[in-house]
């Protein structure tokens, strides 16, 4: 089977060692200027209502908000908010209980394959077959993807120099550690050159080298007109990184917008804080006291 025709620039990912190095030298504030001066045109995706239950628990309740095109959204909450659950309904992972996800205009969940073409996803939870090379784990997405041979071969190569997996690529995935495997996972989900990325914490496990890597092939996504929506409990990556944010608790949207009116004249993590404010950490925790009598 072929692929679908080119939709957006980003359909060609064309990375490469290298690809970032101009976005590596931009400060934080710089590249949210450069987001803000993108016409980055409609929205990526709009979710309308979203509610998951499972049983009496309410875990994303009536979420409404959209991801505009181009952009690099985040979606940050505390333990338990529900945004591993609102990115596994936006992926067609999970059905909702209730409302509606729509991906450049796509229903979701009315025409789940088509949209999922347009998906790269990174699952909390990844299950990777343990007994294939890095490369051919590569290869078996791409062919799951319906990626012609030629393409899976030349973007299997550019992918393994932007994750930096060179080195891993004849390696069993079984012997990887879990941040190889995060970084594998990474790049098998853009082997379709996806136009929207979901990825679930995709920093957590990854070392602060590989970190920059990532964020600088993200970047370059973003930069050829993708669009990432990514979760992180870091609110200093977000604010440094990401150019829109959403802040749920409970389930329930608490703001969203442009990184800058989030936070206001504060730090995003103060920001964050005041939103989600918990009891004090020590409250009833006297018992841990050390005693050097
Ligand atoms: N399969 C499930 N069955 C029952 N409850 C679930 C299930 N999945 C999630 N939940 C509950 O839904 C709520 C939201 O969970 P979710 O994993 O989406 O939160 P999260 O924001 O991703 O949390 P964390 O930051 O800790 O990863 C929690 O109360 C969780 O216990």
Not at 129 to 158: H, M, N, P
Request: hydrophobic content about 40%; overall charge negative.
């Amino acid at each position: 089977m072929t692929e679908e025709p080119a939709k957006t620039s980003a359909r060609d990912v064309g990375l490469g060692k290298k690809t970032a190095e101009g976005l590596a030298t931009m400060t934080p504030m710089a590249r949210q200027t450069a987001a803000a001066e993108r016409d980055l045109g409609g929205e990526a995706l709009f979710v309308a209502d979203l509610t998951k239950r499972f049983g009496r628990v309410t875990a994303v309740d009536k979420l409404s908000y959209t991801v505009p095109q181009g952009s690099f959204s985040a979606i940050v909450g505390p333990n338990g908010a529900g945004k591993t659950t609102a990115l596994s309904m936006i992926s067609g992972l999970l059905p909702p209980s209730h409302g509606s996800v729509e991906l450049f205009g796509l229903d979701v969940w009315r025409n789940r394959s088509k949209a999922q073409d347009r998906i790269g996803i990174l699952p909390d939870r990844v299950r990777m077959f343990e007994q294939l090379t890095g490369a051919q784990y590569l290869s078996y997405v791409g062919a799951v993807r319906r990626v012609d041979k030629e393409a899976i071969i030349a973007r299997s190569e550019q992918l393994l120099d932007a994750f930096d997996l060179r080195s891993e690529a004849n390696r069993l995935v079984v012997d990887y550690s879990s941040g190889l495997r995060k970084k594998l996972a990474l790049a098998s989900a853009l082997i379709h050159a996806p136009d929207l990325l979901v990825l679930d914490e995709p920093f957590e496990s990854i070392d602060p080298v590989s970190a920059g890597t990532l964020i600088e092939v993200l970047n370059d996504f973003v930069s050829r007109g993708g669009t990432v929506l990514l979760s992180s409990h870091s609110m200093d990556l977000v604010q440094r990184v990401c150019d829109h944010v959403a802040v749920i608790m409970k389930g329930e949207l608490l703001a969203e917008g442009t990184v800058d009116e989030v936070r206001g004249d504060v730090s995003l993590e103060e920001r964050f804080r005041d939103l989600v404010r918990g009891p004090a950490v020590s409250e009833g925790l006297d018992w841990l006291n050390i005693s050097f009598g």
